[in-house]
């Protein structure tokens, strides 16, 4: 991370800690709970606010490249939930893994993808995390299995994943995430049934923003109080639009599932403001007013932006810096998700299986024409 | 688009179009693969109306709820038209009750409506796309399927039908563009149909919802807004297990389904113009039953054939059409039976426009096919 000019700071007496009261989190069955008063360094602040706002940058860009074309089919916007992958990354330690579904930008870069190699991805250029060959949903970087397209699917993979943690006994967690729709998916609670049953290092977490696709939460779910979903499972309900209370809450769920007490149901309040993907304009099954409103006083950026100015941790002129700084980078990233080369047409027949399947061909149009297959590389996850 | 044709025709067949500059590429690739050629109807079906495949769709489902009381359509954000606006207005026409919501969960769209069906409602569920039925198949092959014969003919949840978009669609990716007919069509006890355009889907529909087995309706998604039709604003049905001859030949015959129809129709053009050789099309319509007389016939009289369809090669339904071919038209044949189709790859991403059988491809078949 680049840190601004020494001189800019020292220029007003800027406190180095402060403490914040967070909105106290909803318990389910739990004996303990994250506390509410939340300590945050500076260089904290600086680096929260520059996630969140790079991601915010990087779905604007995303959403513009969409509309001109260069981005084709399928592309699911973070922007309003910020809060919830940086609140959680914050609080992971190394080794810790991480899978989602479909609303993944965010996601990727936290995990480590560099904005260009997002929005490559989504353009379908070889600079792409995975280099143009998933586009939209499936973007992934070291501990972050995905990125899935099939809603829910990911949940039993988490659980599998947090059962590797446990069997190697690595110390890890494994975060993972699906949506308000997704929670209705019965894999879910076959995911959670294991979970519980084998004390697995897993915190399932639903990022509530209120609309499966374009159906409200009141109206698809029996139970809308996601966190108490797991039934015997403890969980804890937190505001998503506070990346402070998500890094606790987080922590909180961690700490369990490390002191062997997993699995943890996680269930954060959020919102999106773009529609589910982008041939959703968003506005037929919900009001503009709601959107205008939750971005005017929930806002996770603006909200931890004044909180920091607030509090003397940073001054305004850093933040605009800051802005400015990630303005490029997000600049510099589309001109490469769009001039950047596509992968070259050999690869359509690679990496579908392990090996050389023993005769190095793929049968492709016609029984007469064979694609050769190659394994490109070495697995990430496979060390 | 007749630009993207004129720079196709200067493209060499087959894999060659590969090598194709970047810069040019990026304009093919968003292109439609296909041109669509729309049927008509006689006079005598009455009054049409102008219709894309999503609207006649709409007219199939609108007309399902208005003759069968019974009738109920659910499933992902039906109730305010669907993501491709199958629904549309059906649920300010016909009521909450009658068109409703699920929540996001496939397995449970299938299993409560054969429950449904089982209990005497016809139940008429959407998939949201085809590559989401997964979640649904064991519901759908081991509960929908069986139940007439495990009950020994006592129960039956016949009054199902599902529909889901199904096959590429231009930018789709890997999860939005698969056509997963040939694991349906391994399913005895259902029926597995594709339509070609608007007034066959409407009629196919209506055939599916009040055909006595479950039903599954795949709806090519490309077509929904590119195919438009005078469609008959009556009530009709097309016969199931019914494939239609659309273009009468005698050297080749070419068969699909689905939006492919169109690319052979293409091809059968092609290879007069080009090769002067006279292509029979065929479009299967069903997958599950298939014709077998009508695809038998042609071949017999052509003795060469031609499979083409968008999933893979392997175990694709075109490797059972070809194997009852060869056993039932062997003598008549002049060459072996050809399959042109997706790659035995996952549906790509970036490189959909070289994953897709195409008219290059399937004309280069044709070329193979009478000179062998």
Known sequence: MKLVSPLVTSAKNLSTEHTFETKPSLMHRAETEPSATVSLTRDDALKLYRRMQTIRRMETAAGNLYKEKAIRGFCHLYSGQEANCVGMKAALIEGDSVITAYRCHGWTYEMGAAPK????????????????????????APNFYGGNGIVGAQCPMGAGIALAHKYNKTGNVCLTLYGDGAANQGQLFEAMNMAALWDLPVIFICENNHYGMGTAVSRSSHNTDYYTRGDLIQGIKVDGMDVLAVREATRWAAEQCRNGNGPVVMETETYRYSGHSMSDPGTSYRTRAEIQEVRQNRDPITSFRDKILGADLVTADELKEMDTE????????????????????????????????????????????QLPHKVTGQAVNRK | MSSIRSIARHLKPGLRVLGFNKGVLGSVRNAAHFTYFPDTVSEAQGETTRMNLFQSVNSALDTALATDSTAVIFGEDVGFGGVFRCTIGLQDKHGKDRV??????????????????????????????????????????????????????????????IRAP??????????????????????PGIKVVIPRGPIKAKGLLLACIRDPNPCIFFEPKVLYRSAVEEVPVSDYTETIGKADVLVEGDDVTLIGWGTQVH??????????????????????????????????????????????????????FGAELAASIQTDCFLNLEAPVQRVTGHDTPFPHVHEPFYMPTKWRCLEAVKKLVNY
């Open chain 1, 326 to 369: 990630i303005r490029k980078e997000i600049d510099d990233a589309v001109h490469a998700a769009k001039t950047d080369p596509e992968i070259g047409m050999e690869h359509l027949s690679y990496d579908i299986y392990s090996d050389d399947l023993g005769h190095n061909m793929v049968r492709g149009v016609s029984p007469f024409v």
């Open chain 2, 263 to 316: 690319v052979l129709r293409e091809v059968a053009d092609l290879a007069a113009e080009r090769l002067n050789v006279s292509c029979e099309v065929i479009d299967l319509v069903s997958i599950l039953p298939w014709d077998r007389d009508t695809v038998f016939k042609s071949v017999c009289k052509t003795g060469r054939c031609l499979i083409s369809h968008e999933a893979p090669l392997t175990g694709g």
């Open chain 2, 100 to 161: 409703f919501n699920t929540p996001l969960c496939e397995q449970g769209i299938a299993a409560f409506g054969i429950g449904l069906a089982a209990a005497g409602a016809t139940a008429i569920a959407e998939i949201q796309f085809a590559d989401y039925i997964f979640p649904a198949f064991d519901q759908i092959v081991n509960e929908a399927a069986k139940f007439r014969y495990r009950s020994g003919g006592l129960f039956n949840c016949g009054k199902l039908t």
């Open chain 1, 117 to 140: 190699e997002v929005l490559a991805e989504l353009t379908g250029k070889v600079s792409g995390c995975a280099r143009g060959k998933g586009g939209s949903m499936h973007m992934y």
């Open chain 2, 166 to 187: 199904c096959s590429a669609v231009g930018h789709g990716a890997l999860y939005h563009s698969q056509s997963p007919e040939a694991f349906f069509a391994h399913v």
